[in-house]
């Protein structure tokens, strides 16, 4: 059974920095794509970060370039997304999700499998 756990959402300062983790079980990241995604109030669900973590391209949406990263603990089977210089705008409902194959695709309705938000506030 594939499943999506995320975690390390909360409220920081504009300007701080926060991780958020998404862990799997029932498959590995090797063979899948990943993708962030948030939500913020009132608007589309966006992908800010897709990625074949096992090595390959990523795509960064504008808002989010050179700010976020994202990186893999294959021993853990978690992939992680570190936020740094957040803003006020950044706040939102933030989603991993994961498809399978190897092209990195940012429309959200190709992914197969969604771990259920985690709430980032980033206060000015």
């Known amino acids: 059974d594939v499943q999506l756990q995320a975690s390390g959402g909360g409220l920081v300062q504009a300007g701080g920095s926060l991780r958020l983790s998404c862990a799997a079980s029932?498959?590995?990241?090797?063979?899948?794509?990943v993708g962030w995604f948030r939500q913020a109030p009132g608007k589309e669900r966006e992908a800010i970060i897709c990625?074949?973590?096992?090595?390959?391209?990523?795509y960064y949406a504008d808002s989010v370039e050179g700010r976020f990263t994202i990186s893999r603990d294959t021993a853990k089977n978690t992939v992680y997304l570190q936020m740094n210089s957040l803003k006020p705008e950044d706040t939102a409902v933030y989603y991993c999700?994961?498809?399978?194959?190897?092209?990195?695709?940012?429309?959200?309705?190709?992914?197969?499998?969604w771990g259920q938000g985690t709430l980032v506030t980033v206060s000015s």
């Open positions: 029932g498959f590995r990241f090797d063979d899948y794509t």
């Open positions: 999700a994961a498809r399978q194959g190897v092209v990195v695709i940012t429309s959200r309705s190709r992914y197969a499998y």
């Open positions: 990625s074949r973590t096992s090595g390959g391209s990523t």
